[in-house]
């Protein structure tokens, strides 16, 4: 089956009950190791699985990930059954490398001590890989990314190597999800798209499939987020992200705001939305600004301008994201310290900056002014910081309430 899978996304089934169904069909017969969140009960496994690994998802780093590739490398499975959030998915389909005849799992550990980014040989996936998500946003169980988490920070790995066969979305694997967490994902999925709309020269059906994704996004996630038929249209909808022309562009690092967020959580140890939460409307601001080192202002106002229409939002987008992320309750972290601003600023240049494409011409000190105008709380949890806009920015669109926020950090 996988000398067969050359498709650019795998197959996705989606809806009640998918996941027990498939998982019966796609295992029968075959040697199937499963690789599970431990916190996360799996009620579908394959009748004989031939090994079971549970992974503690706050603590998989380069290390765990070479302990469940020696364990596939003895059991040489079939089928890999992940289920889990990105971390684990993510673990998940690097650990499968464990099974490719180009070492590219040696590969890529080796080369992230190094560098940020990796790019793997192109190869096939060694394995059958059926991802089950059990969070929203990531996208995991439908592209080719992993994050991998060494002593150095979250580096990124990119292959085709690293894509699953199938991608089940089962809502009864999102009932745990709280509210916020289910905005989280809303929030993550929707970056994604505006991310990949500040590249210039955008195809008008790559806008298009940006802006109808988007908005129907904004317009899911203002439902009622304790619905299964909401989870799920949340999940395909992120999965949607990656099946589409949305993210096609001629930069494929335009969503320059990720490698900031990224290196802020790691330096700081928090989550990856909170940490964009913080950053996303400074970074925006200097875009609106004309700095083209942070993006293409044409293409970002034009898709904001379309996707945000319908609902009542500042029309200037570093104010309208900014509000955006305060409706929706998501919690942004306590303001880091001058000399935290200052070791992250050059961590950022140092992975993602300078001469590298991901973050080309920008060095520590255009991190360090992002920093310091970044949205951060109070000690309270109390934002502050929200940019100011641009002369003629207040306007909004046509009237429509989002949902109000619910507090909280997961």
């Given at each position: 089956m996988t000398d067969g899978f050359t498709a650019r996304v795998p197959t996705l089934w989606h809806g009640r009950g998918i996941a027990r169904t498939m998982t019966?069909?796609?295992?029968?017969?075959?040697?199937?190791?499963?690789?599970?969140?431990?916190?996360?009960?799996?009620?579908?496994?394959?009748?004989?699985?031939?090994d079971v690994v549970e992974l503690d998802a706050t603590a998989v780093d380069a290390e765990a990930i070479l302990g469940i590739a020696a364990r596939i490398a003895r059991q040489r499975p079939e089928v890999i059954l992940a289920v889990g959030g990105g971390t684990v998915l993510d673990a998940a389909k690097l650990a499968a490398l464990a099974l490719a005849r180009d070492r590219s799992l040696q590969f890529a550990l080796e080369r992230a001590q190094r560098e940020a980014l990796t790019v793997l040989p192109d190869a096939p996936p060694p394995v059958d890989l059926v991802?089950?998500?059990?969070?929203?946003g990531t996208s995991s169980e439908t592209n080719s990314v992993s994050i991998l988490t060494n002593t150095h920070g979250h580096r990124l790995v990119i292959g085709r190597a690293l894509r699953p066969r199938h991608a089940l979305l089962d809502p009864e694997?999102?009932?745990?999800?709280?509210?916020?967490?289910?905005?989280?994902?809303?929030l993550e999925a929707f970056l994604r798209l505006a991310g990949a709309s500040t590249g210039p020269a955008r195809s008008a059906r790559a806008h298009a499939d940006a802006v109808s994704l988007g908005r129907a996004i904004l317009e899911a996630a203002e439902g009622r987020l304790d619905s299964d038929d909401v989870r799920l249209r949340l999940a395909r909808l992120s999965a949607a992200t990656?099946?589409?022309?949305?993210l096609r562009g001629s930069d494929p690092y335009?969503?320059?705001?990720?490698?900031?967020?990224?290196?802020?959580?790691?330096?700081?140890?928090?989550?990856k939305m909170s940490a964009t939460a913080a950053i996303i409307a400074p970074v925006?601001?200097?875009?609106?600004?004309g700095d083209a080192q942070w993006g293409d202002r044409a293409s970002l106002e034009g898709f904001w301008a379309c996707v945000s229409a319908p609902f009542r939002l500042p029309l200037d987008p570093a104010r309208g994201i900014a509000e955006l992320v305060t409706r929706w309750g998501i919690a942004r972290p306590p303001a880091p310290s001058s000399h935290d601003i200052d070791r992250i600023a050059a961590a950022i240049e140092n992975a993602w900056g300078a001469r590298r494409p991901m973050?080309?011409?920008?060095?520590?000190?255009?991190?360090?002014?992002?920093l310091r105008a970044s949205a951060w709380s109070d000690r309270r949890g109390v934002p502050y910081g929200v940019p100011a806009p641009r002369e003629g920015g207040e306007r909004h669109g046509p009237r429509h309430r989002l949902a109000s926020p619910i507090r909280g950090a997961r």
């Open positions: 019966a069909r796609l295992t029968a017969y075959r040697a199937t190791m499963v690789i599970a969140d431990s916190a996360v009960r799996v009620p579908f496994l394959p009748t004989r699985p031939t991802t089950v998500p059990t969070t929203l694997n999102l009932v745990t999800l709280t509210a916020t967490q289910v905005r989280d994902g809303a990656q099946r589409s022309a949305a335009a969503s320059r705001h990720w490698y900031v967020a990224n290196e802020v959580a790691f330096r700081l140890g928090m989550r925006w601001r200097r875009i609106c600004d973050l080309p011409g920008l060095v520590a000190s255009d991190f360090r002014d992002v």
